[in-house]
């Protein structure tokens, strides 16, 4: 039940494909995507969203705003009507559905640290050991695409896109062929975010669902 909560929390819309030039080999990629990514402590931005089916049917959009602080901390709030609320100190993982009034509450695991809000917000270094990185880049535009090394991943496959070194957009394919897209806006770098924002308060009279 998390593992599809958590999919359609991170749902979106992503760009037209850009003319590429030909891709790095993987430690090139994966140096540049850490230096991208390591630019950024914390990040604030908007987000719309659409979740595709395996036949290319559109089955959701939505849209919202996501917070990050490094390491491993994060707030992904889907606006109304689909309300959702994912937030993640770096240890708990906290799910609120306000249309349910439920939370439910999930401790950091390994394979939970391989899903994509977390590789916005988790540790850089250890991108290479749990991905196989390739990179294009077409004048502004950089896309790198991330393979999971575990076979136990969310994803199959996730791309990766900064524009002007800014994050620009995010599409994953899951293992029974749904595809993910999302398009960021708004993107501020380095924005002062302060940690109470990545625990989150249960409201009072909500069912708590602990996995």
């Known amino acids: 039940m998390m593992k599809n909560l958590l999919r359609s929390s991170l749902s979106a819309l992503c760009l037209f494909a850009l003319p590429l030039v030909a891709a790095a080999d993987q430690g090139q990629a994966a140096e540049r995507l850490n230096e991208l990514l390591s630019k950024a402590r914390t990040i604030t931005a908007d987000f719309s969203q659409m979740t595709l089916s395996a036949n290319g049917a559109n089955m959701q959009e939505t849209s919202g705003t996501l917070e990050v602080k490094r390491p491993g901390m994060f707030r992904w709030h889907t606006?109304?009507?689909?309300?959702?609320?994912?937030?993640?100190?770096?240890?708990?993982?906290?799910?609120?559905?306000?249309?349910?009034?439920?939370?439910?509450?999930?401790?950091?695991?390994?394979?939970?640290?391989?899903?994509?809000?977390?590789?916005?917000?988790?540790?850089?270094?250890?991108?290479?050991?749990?991905?196989?990185?390739?990179?294009?880049?077409?004048?502004?535009?950089?896309?790198?695409?991330l393979a999971p090394r575990d076979n136990e991943s969310m994803f199959d496959n996730?791309?990766?896109?900064?524009?002007?070194?800014?994050?620009?957009?995010?599409?994953?394919?899951?293992?029974?062929?749904?595809?993910?897209?999302?398009?960021?806006?708004?993107?501020?770098?380095?924005?002062?975010?302060?940690?109470?924002?990545?625990?989150?308060?249960?409201?009072?009279?909500?069912?708590v669902i602990s996995e």
């Open 79 to 145: 606006s109304p009507p689909l309300e959702q609320v994912l937030v993640s100190d770096g240890q708990t993982i906290w799910l609120y559905d306000p249309d349910l009034e439920q939370v439910t509450i999930q401790k950091m695991d390994q394979r939970m640290s391989h899903t994509p809000a977390l590789l916005l917000s988790g540790d850089v270094s250890t991108l290479e050991e749990n991905f196989v990185i390739t990179m294009d880049q077409g004048g502004s535009v950089v896309n790198f695409q």
């Open 158 to 207: 996730l791309r990766l896109s900064f524009r002007d070194g800014l994050l620009n957009d995010m599409q994953m394919s899951d293992p029974i062929g749904q595809r993910t897209n999302i398009l960021f806006s708004n993107v501020k770098l380095n924005p002062e975010i302060p940690t109470s924002r990545f625990t989150f308060e249960i409201p009072p009279g909500v069912d």
